[in-house]
């Protein structure tokens, strides 16, 4: 069973504390996150709309919190989400939630389960992201990821 993270960006507030939780939980220093809180925006749609997107997006040192998953508990991320908009789940279950509303990111670390040495070297893990759909399209095969990055539509 494969796992991810399905954010969804409409409702993010910004607050960083999924950057804080992840830093903190994994010791990460200065400079590396596990997790970082990026802009989209701002940009003008009209005379009296801006654009401007929180968007939280796993790094290439996110695991899913292997060690807490593995004990039945939630990424801390998901966790300490203020906002309430990550969820964590067997992609199969989160692609039918991306089904319901778009301005989501589906995410999913293509690796095998973190195991820290003495050193607490940095596991090196591939993100790939289900890309985006407008709504009624559907997604011919749950496998099919893109390259990172490539991950908003709407």
Not at 8 to 22: N, V
Not at 36 to 41: A, N, P, S, T
Not at 43 to 48: L, Q, R, V, Y
């Amino acid at each position: 069973m494969r796992n991810g993270l399905l954010i969804d960006y409409e409702f993010c507030t910004g607050c960083q504390s999924c950057e804080i939780a992840c830093k903190q939980e994994h010791g990460f220093g200065i400079g590396k996150w596990g997790i970082r809180v990026l802009d989209e925006g701002p940009w003008e749609i009209d005379e009296k709309t801006v654009n401007w997107n929180k968007i939280p997006t796993p790094t290439s040192l996110c695991d899913l919190c292997a060690e807490r998953t593995a004990g039945g508990k939630l990424p801390t991320c998901v966790h300490h989400c203020l906002a309430g908009v990550m969820k964590f789940g067997p992609i199969d279950q989160l692609v039918e939630e991306l089904d319901k509303k778009p301005n989501q990111v589906l995410s999913s670390p293509d690796h095998t389960p973190a195991r820290r040495s003495d050193t607490h070297s940095s596991p090196h893990i591939a993100w790939e992201s289900i890309p985006l759909r407008a709504p009624g399209d559907t997604l011919q095969r749950p496998e099919a990821l893109i390259a990172p990055g490539r991950f908003m539509s709407r």
